[in-house]
């Protein structure tokens, strides 16, 4: 099904290559990527959701990547490096390059994995790949039990919004004009941009009171 993307390429991942249409950086992606979208179903609620499983999904990937490092490579957990957020400080020249530190700091970091980098990724992702459903919410403790319980609710409000009795319109939200001209909206004007201010689609009630009315 034709998207947005199709006719706007410059909203594209730059990492996206358009060819065999797949990323160039991820085989799986990861937490943010998986959880992306230019328009939510369930509009706001969905938006949380899927906010929610991100925050989910972050904290599997970080906790299952400490686990597997301090099994292999403890040294880089006891020196704290796998804590680089809280490290201050300016960024450094091969930082911003992305590229790698000088010898000395590479080796001191890597040590026995020195040469041998992509073993102890593969090393790292057949440890993760034996553990259980059970053996990873251990690792997720009380911040993965909370989290699930966050889920769970924003899920049931995505999936069964509650209506407020009185409801307001908002003058910021907009609707798409369809392709297919026979589902187009009449009064619609033409318009170059895909997206109308549902404001600017005439009459309208800017309040619906759902409460009954009072005797
Ligand atoms: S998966 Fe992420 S990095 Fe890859 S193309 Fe999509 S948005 Fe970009």
Request: with cysteine.
């Amino acid at each position: 099904m034709p998207s947005i993307l199709d006719s706007l390429p410059a909203l594209r991942c730059p990492y996206y290559d358009v060819g065999p249409g797949s990323c160039t950086l991820w085989a799986y992606r990861e937490a943010v990527c998986s959880t992306f979208f230019c328009k939510y179903v369930a509009g706001a609620d969905g938006r949380k959701l899927w906010m929610s499983i991100k925050t989910l999904l972050s904290l599997v990937e970080i906790q299952l990547s400490r686990y597997a490092l301090f099994k292999l490579h403890p040294e880089y957990i006891h020196h704290h490096r796998s804590r680089g957020e809280t490290e201050s400080g300016p960024l450094t020249a091969d930082q911003l390059d992305e590229e790698a530190p000088p010898e000395a700091e590479y080796r001191a970091m890597w040590r026995g994995w020195t040469g041998r980098e992509a073993e102890l990724y593969r090393a790292c992702f057949a440890d993760v790949r034996g553990l259980s459903a059970a053996d990873v919410e251990r690792l997720l403790g009380l911040d993965g039990t909370l989290e699930q319980v966050i889920l769970d609710r924003l899920y049931a409000a995505a999936v069964s919004p509650e209506l407020p009795e009185v409801l307001r319109f908002n003058p910021d939200a907009t609707v798409q004009r369809s392709r297919e001209p026979q589902h187009d909206l009449a009064h619609v004007p033409p318009r170059a941009h895909p997206f109308h201010r549902l404001a600017d689609l005439g009459p309208r009630h800017d309040e619906i009171d759902r409460r009954p009315p009072v005797p």
